[in-house]
């Protein structure tokens, strides 16, 4: 990676990381990205998508969640933007600016266009002889890296790669993802290979939903507000 793409690969890696709470400090001597929670480092950022990190430093379980984390942004983070180093320039009728074609497919296409705020994706459908495009869909880039990934899912969906029935909306899976937890954490007894079945599953919605936490959690507290609201205490009703 050349200094002008690592240079924009860190930009890039500072504002998605800095979306999900985390502190990023100026690059080092060295070429690394420090990266802090909570006022402490947890580790820093590779320019090839990676992270060093001492093992003090991610002790606990919150802050190896949020290596995790860190990890998992790099890698999209990187995956996209090496894409944008290298794909082709979008031209259409009445296109301007920098959109880079990252994908093309059955008529749709994928473009991410930078901006001071991020990479902002957008799936367009070609019309007239290819010559233009209709209907934009736009993702981010207040989203993060998360915009990376909804972006491709929808094209996916737009292009026919994927029957829009074999995808789950976020809110679809962050809610498996309560009733799985409950499963796994109530006191009813099921088999090893349920279990098994059931943590495989939560992982891999926990690696799919970027802001998975927030949305359980306001969930959770829908129904707890909602338990209040109907609870005979809360109507003034007297039982005795």
């Keep these: 990676m050349n200094a002008e793409a690592k240079k924009r690969y860190f930009q890039e890696l500072t504002l998605n990381l800095r979306h999900e709470g985390f502190t990023v400090k100026p690059e080092t001597e060295d070429g690394l990205l420090p990266v802090e929670l909570n ?47 290298t794909a082709p320039q979008l031209t259409a009728a009445s296109l301007e600016g920098d959109y880079r074609l990252l994908t093309d497919f059955n008529g749709v296409v994928l473009a991410g266009h930078p901006t001071q705020f991020g990479v902002q994706f957008i799936t367009w459908e070609r019309v007239q002889n290819r010559t233009a495009l209709h209907q934009g869909n736009y993702y981010g880039p207040s989203d993060g890296a998360g915009s990376y990934t909804a972006a491709k899912q929808g094209f996916a969906v737009r292009s026919g790669l994927i029957p829009r029935s074999a995808l789950f909306t976020q809110e679809q899976l962050a809610e498996t993802y309560r009733c799985i937890r409950e499963t796994l954490e109530s006191a009813c007894p099921i088999t090893d290979e349920r279990q098994k079945c059931l943590e495989s599953a939560a992982e891999q919605i926990e690696h799919g939903v970027p802001d998975l ?27 005795s």
């Design 213 to 239: 936490a927030a949305r359980a959690a306001l969930s959770n507290q829908r129904e707890m507000e909602l338990t209040a609201m109907e609870s005979p205490q809360d109507s003034g009703m007297q039982f």
């Design 39 to 85: 006022g402490r480092r947890l580790c820093l950022a590779l320019d090839t998508g990676g992270v060093r990190y001492r093992r003090e430093d991610v002790s606990g379980d919150v802050r190896s969640e949020a290596l995790e984390q860190v990890l998992d942004i790099a890698k999209i983070t990187g995956e996209y933007m090496s894409q944008m180093e």
